[in-house]
């Protein structure tokens, strides 16, 4: 709160520009006192209030007078009382206003004045003359009916008045700020210890919501509108009364004259008119959907929350100030214009950060009948991110998503719901924090976003266990009432079982229906939990000894114990993807603590079990991921020590022969492993080559005594490739597959001969666009696409890397080669090189395509070869049709390239 302020309300109402409205605004919302009234209130007060400090007993009418004004309490507190004169009143005929409540509505039918009003103490009021609160009731009715009903007290008040009496002041207390300067730092720390006093006083004292969980819809509640958003919306509209009159027109609807309005598609095509920021219509709606959610937009056509772009009629609700005072917008200055145009890019990039978010929110406010497939499918997006959902398979998801509602509550201490209620809603939080408060302990929990409650009612039919409180501003929910949930959720929760430990979901099962009348070996199947207690699960229920369902290809040659097929993938899904959510180290620390589990108390089979059940784990790990699992030194000696620990506990045990063996035979293949990958090996085993007109990576010299074969490219195979200066002079490296992006510049540089400072790497592509390349990729030659070759250059020179002449492309085709094979041949031999490429893929390489933050780093060039195969299939296709010389050999290339498809 700043002087700025003050001096505009000093203003008559018609003295007061758009912008200087505008701050009033942007002040008013920062109010505890004021967050009941909407936004297009507030707008609309701060164009015609007058801001008065009154001190202690001032009497502001009798009983008996006639009203000119209405008034709403800042700060401070007003007595009602039911006498002319304030000496008549006792104690209990006194009721008293304090601040946030609002009287004088009697000015409406210019009814004499019921009750006499006394200040109490300092007072900070907001006074709209009556001609000006006519206006503002006509279009705020919502708002101001029985705002006075803030207040306890109001009952007994509005016991002796049909209405609450509009005051107007007997002795003016209204004062000239400009003055004297001491009285404006007075009103200012006034205005200061109020809010403090405010805040303090609101999350202290919980209020019932007044949209509780059996209401089918919910009043919208307009986000916190911060200064940022406030600005950039000022310099849009300024923007738009500069571009002239062309947009903005006095349009007639449904036979009554409305000033300034915009129809929204032409809003649309302005705003991508003026900026290169949006990618298409859709993103520029977005921003508009952020406009119209702050009430900077009115929808003057109808009450769709959604922007929509056609021909629906806006509003920018700083113009309908304007409506009673002028039939022309002052349009702004040059400097201001300037400033705007300076800062439109700032102001479009604050508004599209909130524009997802508002375009979700309005989706969610529509009716379920109401929503798209487009729209069903952005609020499962939002789902599929929620932690406490994630235990759901994605049909219930998609079903969610048609029906799920929003709930949104401004003010901490609204109660949701009281302990002891029926339960008929399901709560998830979207955005807040909630107290879960119990009668006679207290606040016994906190929930935060991403968390949910209220099912447990709904599952057993029974009263709410808990009362639930907000604890913060402006908390968002997402709502399933109780049918819907019977519907799609009740059965998934009661086949569901969450092992919690500290109040927290650790492990969510759920039960296996039985299938085509066939019995299921496995009773529950994991939906979500933390890593060591799948891993636990896993264990207990997968790799159980006594009734082993491990699958006989663990080790060829080496069966495992049992011998029947599983259909259950929960192992292979866990040994695949485990890197994704636990490192190595720790898996291995888990196993071990499974392992030596040896105690006095346990029992001997218990014993045997559980290590039987690691030692079975651990040969389906291996099994699995195969090499990759010995890159990481860390499980050498796990494996050592297993092995160790096993001829150890199978004299002791008598016990655990089989799973000996398994070991045995992991450490054999760790050593074969150590060999190859000793120096003299090394310097024996694969190398590969890029070659240099562009074709995919191909085997220069593979290991001693292989067949002649594809093989897969391994972490220390050496590859041959050129690296190329802007003159197109070149040097060739030999260097290991994985070797990153700035030992590659670091060695280029040092035979190139050039100085190794802000030196980058980069590919250029055929078509001249430049890929400057991360120093911390690998893998860089196998990840070229089809015609790119590798750059060095000064970081100032990039521009000088242009594509090489060979790049253009060949100019014969090779037809007549082509005549030579039958379809049948082509066929065979494209599928043997596809397959070579699709079998060299090792499932690791798809996870760090995916997942690209995935440590460690490895290579994924088998699959980069494999994605670019595709490629070169399809260029070659199109370069041979577009090369024949002749449209009778081109459809004699269609037909031969169409029976070769089929």
Known sequence: MDSEWLNIFEKRPRDRSSKECEVLFDSLRKWKSLDRFSVGFLRRLSAFAYLEELGDGVTLYRKGDRGTSWYLILSGEIAAIPYRDQNEANATSVSILDRGSTFGESVLDDAPRKMTAVTRGPCLLLRVEKKDFIQLWERNKNDLTGTANGNPNVAHFQQHSKSVDSMTPVSSPVHNFSRSVSSKHLILQNLQNSERRGSASSSRTPSRSNSTESSSTQSTVLPEVTNDQAFASSILHMLLLESGNSIVRDRNVQGRIVKRTLIGSDLVDWLLSISSAFQNRSHACSLLQVLLEEGVLENITSDAVQFQDRGVLYKFTQDSYLDDFSDEVPLPSREEIREAETRKDDAISILLKKAPDAVLRAILRKHPEERTEEDVEAIYEELVHISSLSHLSTSIKRELASVIAFESHPKPGTILFQQGDEGTSWYVILKGSVNVVIHGKGVVNMLKEGEDFGQLALV??????????????????????????????????????????????????????????????????????????????????????????????????????????????????????????????????????????????????????????????????????????????????????????????????????????????????????????????????????????GQSVTLFSKHEGEEDRQRAIRSTDDIIFRVYCSDHTYCTLRLPISTSAEAIKNSASDKLGLKHSDLVLGEVRSTGEKIIIPNSDIAIPTGLSINGRLFISPREHIDAMTPLPDQEGPSDGTGSELEMFSTRELAYFITLADWEHFNAVHEYELLHHVCRDVKPKRIKSNLDIFLRRFNELQFWIVTEICLAGTLGRRVTLLRKFIKLAA
């Open 460 to 693: 057993n039919n029974a009263p709410r266990a808990a009362t639930i409180v907000t604890r913060e501003q402006g908390c968002h929910f997402l709502r399933v009432d109780k049918d819907d949930f019977n519907r799609i959720l009740r059965d998934v929760e009661a086949n569901t079982v969450r092992l919690q430990e500290h109040g927290k979901d650790v492990l969510v099962l759920e039960k296996v229906p039985p299938s085509s009348g066939k019995p299921s070996m496995y009773k529950y199947t994991v939906m979500a939990g933390v890593p060591s207690k799948m891993l636990e699960h896993l264990l207990e229920t997968r790799l159980d000894s006594r009734n082993l369902e491990t699958r006989e290809e663990i080790i060829p040659g080496k069966s495992s114990i049992g011998s029947t097929l599983t259909t259950d993938y929960f192992l292979d899904d866990y040994l695949l993807t485990y890197i994704l959510f636990m490192p190595t180290p720790q898996l291995i620390s888990e196993l071990e603590k499974n392992y030596r589990i040896d105690s006095s108390s346990q029992d001997r089979e218990f014993v045997i079990a559980n290590k039987s059940r690691v030692v079975q784990f651990v040969n389906q790990w291996v099994a699995t991921i195969r090499d990759p699992v010995f890159d990481e030194k860390c499980t050498h000696e796990f494996f050592e020590n297993l092995l160790v620990w096993l001829k150890e506990d199978s004299e002791a045990l008598l016990a655990l022969e089989e799973e000996l063996e398994m070991i045995e035979h992991i450490v054999a293949l760790l050593n074969d492993f150590r060999a190859q990958q000793s120096p003299n090996k090394r310097k024996l085993g694969q190398t590969w080559t890029l070659p240099s007109g």
